[in-house]
């Protein structure tokens, strides 16, 4: 019987879907550089060049969906944030953004520089029907990488976002002088907590489904296909993952405050004060925000990764000696 997960590999030649089920000895290729898998003779995995190209096209895409959908962020943090009956304030959507630019452009290179070459190593060594589990590891992994960029900049983003600060060189100066280093590091078991699931999950669905997608269609997918599956992992993924995101963002914006001991006091008293249904707060422009920024952000990062691999220099044909 054909396993659940899907198979990571394409041949050149059409593949009925029964036979992308059985396992394959003959040399089967993804035309795509980045997903590429071979079960016979594969080129030499070139770590240095997959972290170059996975660095370029990683900065790129997180500085494009940054940028395009920080007011619907900033919508979002100012949301969850707010206690009781608080009003929501819609002025200064954008506040923050430079400095938040400024963590978005390194965590985002570093993420998927670190995830593609760990996920095509990964590749190489699972069997095609844990492929799944490839894009979790690699996934989860990326994120404790990026997380410690990242961070020091939602910290200060969300601060800023929800008035507490002006400009993000004060948030900086105010957060060493009052909190130390650690405050730059406010709800990071939080942050982790969110992250890494979301990270692994929405990773694992769009490269799943693409995978079947391909499949399906015999063919590799264009820009607006790789979109659309993109929006369809964010939007999915955001839902799923509001609870830890509302935790992640009254641990991050109480400051010195300490309204909060911790994760588990955060659930507590909020279960306490505003009900379970708080935990929902923002789902709204959270999936929103992710379906769209999904579909810009794999949309680009798939553009950048085909642009760069289509610049690589050629590798001279093997020559096959006669027997």
């Not at 096209?57 to 900033?74: H, Q, R, W």
């Not at 190489?124 to 590891?137: D, G, K, Q, V």
């Not at 920024?293 to 590798?315: C, H, N, Y």
Request: glycine share 10%; charged share 20%.
């Amino acid at each position: 019987m054909c396993p659940f997960t899907l198979s990571v590999m394409v041949s050149d030649s059409a593949i009925s879907l029964p036979d992308a089920c059985m396992k394959r000895k003959r040399n089967l290729v993804l035309k795509n550089a980045f997903a590429s898998v071979s079960m016979g003779e594969e080129n030499p995995f070139d770590f240095l060049r997959t972290l170059f190209e996975g660095v370029i096209a990683g900065g790129t895409a997180g500085v494009v969906v940054e940028t395009a959908l920080y007011p619907i962020d900033t919508i979002k943090t100012r949301l969850q944030a707010a206690r009781g009956g608080e009003k929501l304030i819609l002025k200064g959507l954008y506040s923050g953004l430079a400095g938040n630019l400024a963590g978005v452009l390194p965590a985002s290179a570093l993420f998927v520089g670190v995830y593609e070459p760990i996920k095509q190593k990964l590749l190489r060594i699972f069997p095609e029907n844990l492929s799944a589990l490839t894009h979790l590891t690699a996934g989860a992994v990326g994120g404790i990488a990026a997380s410690f960029i990242r961070v020091p900049t939602e910290v200060i983003k969300q601060r800023m976002q929800t008035g507490q600060f002006t400009s993000a060189s004060g948030a900086v100066r105010f957060i060493a002088s009052k909190e130390g280093f650690k405050g730059f590091y406010a709800g990071y078991g939080s942050f982790l907590l969110r992250d890494l699931p979301f990270d692994a999950i929405q990773f694992c669905i769009y490269e799943q489904i693409r995978i079947g997608y391909m499949l399906a269609a015999r063919r590799n997918l264009n820009d607006p296909e790789n979109a659309i599956i993109g929006a369809f992992a964010g939007a999915l993924t955001g839902a799923i993952t509001t609870p830890l995101d509302v935790i992640k963002t009254r641990l991050m914006v109480q400051g010195s405050a300490n309204q909060y001991k911790g994760i588990v006091d955060c659930v507590q008293t909020i279960i306490k004060e505003e009900g379970p249904r708080a935990f929902l707060k923002g789902i709204g422009p959270r999936v929103l925000w992710i379906g769209i920024g999904g579909s810009i952000f794999f949309g680009v990062l798939e553009s950048t990764k085909r642009f760069l691999a289509e610049r690589r220099p050629t590798q001279p044909q093997n020559i096959l000696k006669k027997n």
